[in-house]
């Protein structure tokens, strides 16, 4: 098969991102706004409200069974919350003039898909589940706990490690590579997420099923231009300023050929991709 960019990749992992469920924010005009909220939920409408968020705010954003959320920070930082989930932002800084800051999230219970922005690009996007603590570089991951047991797998970027209350660390550098641990026990040797695993977690991450996916687009997105996390551009020549469509729009298309979702899983299945480090 021809080689694949890593804009495709990352389209393929953003595929079902956009958008999802319902936040119950801090509402104070006087903060800053430093991400939005889109929101969809069975057999409701889309929503979309602003989020305030400072390193001291800990906002907790949950869903129930039929409900995702899906927020885009200033940074272009973005998270998907999946389906029986709970987190908190415990921390959010960006200096729009550095292009540098912090993130670090506690989810508590539950399915997330993290994917880098600015601050990724220099300092490790950070969740901390259970006993674990998953780092993310320049890229895209899944993390899902129950509170005891926590698994990442790392889908596109610089790298993904996983570190355990011990200091014990495991660093992934494989798209579609993942470990598992918790229980005392350190992280496992990183393996291939089976193909059924990963059509999981991407379906549940996807607008639940019944409900209206309204306008695919996270209205309110914070101002300027969406970066673009992949080497290469999405127009013009510096990919670290493009205008990034796939942060944009949601691929509807079931055709594999333009559907980045079923290229991802077919790329994975077979087992073609290239080493990312």
Same mark, same amino acid.
Request: positive net charge.
């Given at each position: 098969?021809?080689?694949?960019?890593?804009?495709? $990749?990352?389209?393929?992992?953003?595929?079902?991102?956009?958008?999802?469920?319902?936040?119950?924010?801090?509402?104070?005009? !006087?903060?800053?706004? /430093?991400?939005?909220?889109?929101?969809?939920?069975?057999?409701?409408?889309?929503?979309?409200?602003? %989020?305030?968020?400072?390193?001291? *705010?800990?906002?907790?954003?949950? *869903? &129930?069974?039929?409900?995702? =959320?899906? @927020?885009?920070?200033?940074?272009?930082?973005?998270?998907?919350?999946?389906? &029986?989930?709970?987190?908190?932002?415990?921390?959010?800084? +960006?200096?729009?003039?550095?292009?540098? !800051?912090?993130?670090?999230?506690?989810?508590?219970?539950? $399915?997330?898909?993290?994917?880098?922005?600015?601050?990724?690009?220099?300092? &490790? /996007?950070?969740?901390?589940?259970?006993?674990?603590?998953?780092? =993310?570089?320049?890229? =895209?991951?899944?993390?899902?706990?129950?509170?005891?047991?926590?698994?990442? @797998? +790392?889908?596109?970027?610089?790298? %993904?490690?996983?570190?355990?209350?011990?200091? #014990?660390?495991? /660093?992934?550098?494989?798209? !579609?590579?993942?470990?598992?641990?918790?229980?005392?026990?350190?992280?496992?040797?990183?393996?291939?997420?089976?193909?059924?695993?990963?059509?999981?977690?991407?379906?549940?991450?996807?607008?639940?099923?019944?409900?209206?996916?309204?306008?695919?687009?996270?209205?309110?997105?914070?101002?300027?231009?969406?970066?673009?996390?992949?080497?290469?551009?999405?127009?013009?020549?510096?990919? !670290?300023?493009?205008?990034? #469509? &796939?942060?944009?729009?949601?691929? @509807?298309? *079931?055709?594999?050929?333009?559907?980045?979702?079923?290229?991802?899983?077919?790329?994975?299945?077979?087992?073609? @991709?290239?080493?990312?480090?």
């Amino acid at each position: 098969m021809p080689p694949l960019s890593n804009d495709l $990749l990352l389209a393929a992992a953003l595929t079902s991102a956009i958008p999802l469920a319902a936040a119950q924010p801090v509402t104070n005009p !006087g903060r800053p706004q /430093t991400g939005v909220a889109t929101t969809v939920k069975t057999g409701a409408a889309r929503g979309t409200t602003t %989020m305030y968020i400072d390193g001291t *705010t800990n906002q907790r954003l949950t *869903t &129930d069974a039929n409900s995702r =959320i899906h @927020v885009l920070f200033s940074d272009q930082s973005a998270v998907t919350i999946g389906p &029986d989930s709970e987190l908190v932002i415990a921390k959010y800084q +960006f200096d729009s003039k550095a292009k540098e !800051g912090q993130i670090l999230i506690d989810l508590t219970k539950g $399915l997330l898909r993290v994917v880098g922005g600015l601050i990724s690009k220099k300092t &490790d /996007t950070v969740v901390r589940a259970g006993t674990a603590t998953i780092g =993310i570089r320049g890229g =895209i991951t899944i993390v899902e706990t129950d509170g005891q047991k926590t698994s990442g @797998v +790392f889908l596109f970027g610089q790298r %993904m490690s996983a570190t355990d209350n011990n200091g #014990n660390t495991q /660093t992934i550098t494989r798209p !579609g590579f993942g470990t598992n641990f918790g229980s005392g026990q350190p992280p496992a040797t990183p393996f291939r997420m089976p193909i059924s695993e990963l059509n999981s977690r991407l379906q549940r991450l996807e607008t639940p099923t019944g409900g209206n996916p309204g306008n695919q687009q996270p209205g309110g997105a914070p101002p300027g231009q969406l970066l673009s996390t992949g080497n290469t551009p999405g127009g013009g020549s510096n990919p !670290g300023d493009t205008l990034a #469509n &796939d942060r944009l729009k949601n691929v @509807v298309d *079931t055709n594999s050929n333009s559907n980045p979702s079923q290229t991802l899983r077919n790329i994975l299945a077979t087992g073609q @991709v290239q080493n990312q480090s």
